[in-house]
């Protein structure tokens, strides 16, 4: 039971390129969501998702865009990379929306966009 | 425009001491909150929550107090270990948006052997 895993785990990316950040869980959790998490700031929700094809925007979405076809996984995609997405990403899952002490939370990956 | 606050960036303690960490937040209408422990390269876990309803939770050493009228709380660990040395973060859900999490900057806090 490996939890939530994330890849990669550290990018590079120049200004106008494009990436996906992978998101897998394997607990079979209805509920994922995407975070940000700026220096000196708390994390941010950009997108969350309540199951396979349905997903709905958080606090900062824009610059983002997500899927999700398997209850498995769930993409984030980047298709125009600015400085300002310099920021290490979170993906979560949990099995309830609205008790966020059930969410686990993957390891990070850690975006410098240059 | 932050609503939840975490005014201590860092936190140095002696081992078997107690660590006090302190989250304050402007908005009224918030009625969870959560702490979360998050060590170097892992993703956050969560530690322990508080309803609006209470005005303290236990859980072993951890404990959290909420003053709703002064709009704060705080994280007492009691007595602090070397495994506790990782960073904490303080959110808060509102009322109205029980799915949304508004978070704290994080405090690191470092026991000392």
């Known amino acids: 039971n490996a939890g939530v895993t994330q890849t990669p785990k550290f990018r590079i990316l120049k200004i106008g390129q494009s990436m996906t950040l992978q998101c897998t869980q394997d607990m079979n959790h209805n509920y994922m969501y995407w975070y940000r998490q700026d220096p000196g700031m708390g994390l941010k929700l950009i997108y969350y998702s309540v199951g396979a094809g349905i997903t709905d925007k958080g606090e900062v979405p824009n610059g983002y865009n997500v899927s999700r076809s398997t209850t498995e996984d769930f993409p984030l995609r980047l298709e125009l990379a600015a400085p300002s997405q310099t920021s290490v990403y979170f993906c979560a899952s949990s099995y309830s929306l609205t008790r966020q002490e059930t969410q686990y939370f993957g390891p990070g990956t850690r975006l410098l966009v240059l | 425009d932050q609503q939840v606050k975490q005014n201590s960036p860092s936190l140095s303690v002696q081992e078997g001491r107690i660590s006090i960490l302190n989250c304050d937040y402007t908005?009224?209408?918030?009625?969870?909150f959560l702490w979360y422990k998050k060590y170097p390269a892992e993703g956050p876990t969560f530690l322990i929550s508080i309803s609006s309803i209470k005005d303290k939770n236990e859980d072993g050493r951890f404990t959290v107090f909420l003053n709703k009228s002064a709009k704060h709380l705080s994280l007492h660990i009691v007595p602090s270990q070397p495994g506790d040395s990782a960073v904490y973060f303080c959110a808060a859900r509102h009322l109205s948006n029980d799915y949304k999490l508004s978070f704290g900057a994080g405090t690191t806090v470092t026991v000392r052997a």
């Open positions: 908005n009224s209408m918030f009625d969870y």
